[in-house]
């Protein structure tokens, strides 16, 4: 459980600092696909970068109660699927449709 927990910290940290760039603009981290049809991209980067802070925010959390074992599948199962919904919010908000 402890590995699950270092890996899960780490990835946290990865996407988080991704987050915060994409947040203050750096679009370009994010695949051009998926910006295709994007005319607002200063909204698309915030909301884009709220998204996976969550996602981070998330897998943080869930590596921190890995050490206490029991809810730390939960969390992380529960805030990957608002993340991933919120992505897909996103998308369909900016790009006009998720692909």
Do not use: W
Not at 58 to 85: E, N, Q
Not at 91 to 97: L, R, T, V
Request: charged share 10%.
């Amino acid at each position: 459980m402890i590995l699950y927990a270092i890996i899960l910290l780490l990835s946290a940290l990865l996407c988080g600092v991704l987050a915060v760039r994409i947040y203050q603009g750096k679009t370009e981290l994010i695949h051009d696909y998926h910006q295709k049809n994007v005319k607002d991209l200063e909204g698309y980067g915030k909301a884009f970068g709220k998204a996976l802070g969550f996602m981070a925010a998330a897998m943080a959390v869930s590596g921190l109660l890995a050490f206490a074992v029991v809810p730390a599948v939960i969390v992380l199962v529960a805030g990957l699927t608002v993340g991933i919904l919120m992505l897909v919010a996103v998308q369909k908000k900016y790009n006009g449709g998720v692909f």
